[in-house]
């Protein structure tokens, strides 16, 4: 048998740079929309004594001949929870272990990514004000893959600490000034894209500021039935997300939507595969766009398995 390799945090910084995940992820939800590739539901599995739990996320790319697996522990602490994330991936001709990597960075890469493939496919072509809520390393992913989608004429990142904040760049790499916003909902009005990328497990904009026209993204947390816009905002929204089999059963306010009667999961307009596809209904314009990611096993097991390939080529 041969050892499968081993990636810690320090390894996945090191060879990110030679990894394009935007692409890696582009080319798996195609695959998935071709019936190459599966993506069963999530699993979220609790400690007993409420000492946490773990969500496991799963995927097989039969191009690659490679399955594999992503546990997400969530475990609580004394002031702060410890979350980490590490990936399995397995040979679909040997089934043997090929990898083993800490997924925390990857994690954040791989969810950024998604967010932008969806806002480059729903947002208008004339698209120039971007917002982004949240200023943690997440929100400046987002901002990495964001800023090359659209000649962006003002950029807007918005945090209640903003001002605590470091590392927030003045500039976009096409010379944007970005502007620093503590009032949320003041930087949502008027922008064409706005990117959610908080941990929060409750509403952290008001739906009523956004615009008619505009594309709005929103990422997952361990929260239960976390949710960053409000549930009955959903039926005024044209909705996506990132894959319809599995993300209605998962994501919080779709969840809650559902259960009051507010929106029915029938009235997804399409997902990422979908999407990609051209087989997806396009945004109206007459109301926001609105798309939920929960984080799909299969985006973990994509990067996992691009970054293996970096590993093997160095």
């Given at each position: 048998?041969?050892?499968?390799?081993?990636?810690?945090?320090?390894?996945?910084?090191?060879?990110?740079?030679?990894?394009?995940?935007?692409s890696?992820?582009e080319?798996?939800?195609?695959?998935?929309?071709?019936g190459?590739?599966?993506?069963?539901?999530?699993?979220?599995?609790?400690?007993?004594?409420?000492?946490?739990?773990?969500?496991?996320?799963?995927?097989?790319?039969?191009?690659?001949?490679?399955?594999?697996?992503?546990?997400?522990p969530?475990?609580?602490?004394?002031?702060?929870?410890?979350?980490t994330?590490?990936?399995?991936?397995?040979?679909?001709?040997?089934?043997?272990?090929?990898?083993?990597?800490?997924?925390?960075?990857l994690?954040?890469?791989?969810?950024?990514?998604?967010?932008?493939?969806?806002a480059?496919?729903?947002a208008a072509?004339?698209?120039s004000?971007?917002?982004?809520?949240?200023?943690?390393?997440?929100?400046?992913?987002?901002?990495?893959?964001?800023?090359?989608?659209?000649?962006?004429k003002?950029?807007?990142i918005?945090?209640?600490?903003?001002?605590?904040?470091?590392?927030?760049?003045?500039k976009?790499?096409?010379?944007?000034?970005?502007?620093k916003?503590?009032?949320?909902?003041?930087?949502?009005?008027?922008?064409?894209v706005?990117?959610?990328?908080?941990?929060?497990?409750?509403?952290?904009?008001?739906?009523?500021?956004?615009?008619?026209a505009?594309?709005?993204?929103?990422?997952?947390?361990?929260?239960?039935n976390?949710?960053?816009v409000?549930?009955?905002?959903?039926?005024?929204?044209?909705?996506y997300?990132?894959?319809r089999?599995?993300?209605?059963?998962?994501a919080?306010?779709?969840?809650l939507?559902?259960a009051s009667?507010?929106?029915?999961?029938?009235?997804?307009?399409?997902?990422l595969?979908?999407?990609?596809?051209?087989?997806a209904?396009?945004?109206?314009?007459?109301?926001?766009a609105?798309?939920?990611?929960?984080?799909?096993?299969?985006?973990?097991?994509?990067?996992?398995?691009?970054?293996?390939?970096a590993?093997?080529?160095?």
């Amino acid at each position: 048998m041969t050892q499968p390799i081993v990636l810690h945090e320090a390894d996945i910084t090191a060879l990110l740079p030679k990894v394009d995940v935007r692409s890696v992820l582009e080319r798996m939800f195609r695959a998935l929309a071709d019936g190459d590739a599966v993506q069963p539901p999530q699993t979220l599995s609790l400690f007993p004594r409420d000492a946490g739990d773990f969500i496991t996320y799963l995927g097989v790319l039969a191009g690659e001949k490679i399955f594999g697996a992503k546990l997400s522990p969530y475990i609580p602490g004394d002031g702060k929870a410890l979350v980490t994330a590490w990936t399995l991936l397995m040979s679909m001709e040997t089934g043997e272990p090929v990898l083993l990597c800490d997924s925390k960075k990857l994690t954040t890469e791989r969810t950024a990514a998604t967010s932008v493939i969806a806002a480059d496919a729903l947002a208008a072509a004339d698209a120039s004000v971007l917002t982004i809520v949240g200023s943690g390393p997440v929100a400046l992913a987002h901002l990495r893959y964001a800023e090359a989608i659209r000649p962006w004429k003002e950029i807007r990142i918005a945090s209640p600490n903003i001002a605590g904040r470091t590392g927030i760049p003045e500039k976009s790499a096409a010379g944007c000034t970005i502007a620093k916003f503590t009032d949320v909902n003041q930087a949502v009005r008027g922008a064409d894209v706005v990117l959610l990328c908080t941990s929060s497990g409750k509403p952290v904009i008001d739906t009523a500021a956004l615009s008619k026209a505009g594309v709005v993204t929103s990422i997952s947390t361990n929260v239960a039935n976390a949710h960053e816009v409000d549930p009955a905002a959903l039926s005024g929204f044209d909705v996506y997300c990132d894959y319809r089999a599995t993300t209605p059963a998962s994501a919080g306010e779709m969840k809650l939507a559902a259960a009051s009667g507010a929106w029915s999961p029938d009235a997804l307009c399409g997902d990422l595969p979908e999407l990609l596809a051209g087989r997806a209904k396009a945004p109206s314009r007459e109301r926001p766009a609105f798309f939920r990611s929960i984080g799909l096993g299969l985006e973990d097991v994509a990067a996992a398995v691009a970054l293996l390939a970096a590993a093997r080529g160095q």
